[in-house]
C-alpha cells in the first residue's frame, strides 16, 4: 500500500476544520497549521488555536502553531483599518496568512497546501483559490489544491461536526474589529 501524500491545510480554527479534514483524509495526510495572527484579543486566539489543536487531534492529524508575530501581520494591513469586513483588509490577511502557508509547506517537503477558510459562507472561494493558485506559481512547490470546502453542503457538514464534537463557536472573524463596527 502506498501512502498518501502529506498536505498542508491552513486552518482558521476546529469548526471550520471538520469538514475539509474529514475529505482530506480520503487522498492526503492532513497536517493542520494554525497560521492566524489576524485574531484579537490574545484570549480569543488561545481559545481558537487550542479548540483547533484539539480538533486535529481528534481527527488524528498533526497540529502546527505557526510563531509568526502579531505586529508582522499588523505592518502588512496597515492603514486598512477603517476598510469593512470583505474589503482589501480581508484580501491582505488572506494572502498573508496563505503565503506563510505555502512557506511552511515548501520549508518542510510538503507537497500540497489548501485552507479551511473556503468552507464559510462568509468568505468569497473564488479570491481565496486565485490567491492560492498565485502563491503555487510564485515557487515550484507546494502545489494548491483548489477546493471550495461550502460545495455540496461542506459548511452543514461542517456545522454538524462542530455540534457533535462540541468546538467553540466565534461570532466574528477574528480581527480586532472597528471603533465603530456594530458586534
Not at 11 to 19: K, L, Q, T
Request: proline residues 7%; hydrophobic residues 35%.
Amino acid at each position: 500500500m502506498t501512502a498518501r501524500p502529506s498536505v498542508l491545510l491552513h486552518a482558521c480554527c476546529a469548526v471550520c476544520a471538520g469538514y475539509p479534514l474529514e475529505k482530506l483524509r480520503a487522498d492526503y495526510e492532513p497536517v493542520v497549521y494554525f497560521c492566524n495572527p489576524n485574531i484579537f484579543p490574545r484570549e480569543e486566539y488561545e481559545r481558537r488555536r487550542d479548540e483547533c489543536r484539539r480538533g486535529a487531534r481528534t481527527a488524528g492529524c498533526v497540529f502546527v502553531e505557526d510563531d509568526v508575530e502579531r505586529g508582522d501581520w499588523e505592518r502588512a494591513v496597515r492603514g486598512l483599518e477603517a476598510e469593512p469586513e470583505g474589503g482589501r483588509r480581508c484580501l491582505i490577511c488572506f494572502r498573508y496568512r496563505l503565503a506563510r502557508t505555502a512557506a511552511y509547506a515548501r520549508e518542510r517537503g510538503i507537497g500540497f497546501f489548501t485552507t479551511t477558510l473556503t468552507v464559510s459562507p462568509r468568505k468569497k472561494s473564488a479570491l481565496l483559490l486565485a490567491l492560492g493558485a498565485e502563491l503555487a506559481r510564485e515557487a515550484p512547490a507546494p502545489v494548491f489544491i483548489p477546493e471550495d470546502f461550502k460545495k455540496k453542503d461542506g459548511y452543514g457538514k461542517t456545522m454538524a461536526i462542530a455540534r457533535r464534537e462540541g468546538f467553540y463557536r466565534q461570532n466574528y472573524c477574528g480581527c480586532q474589529p472597528r471603533a465603530d463596527a456594530p458586534r
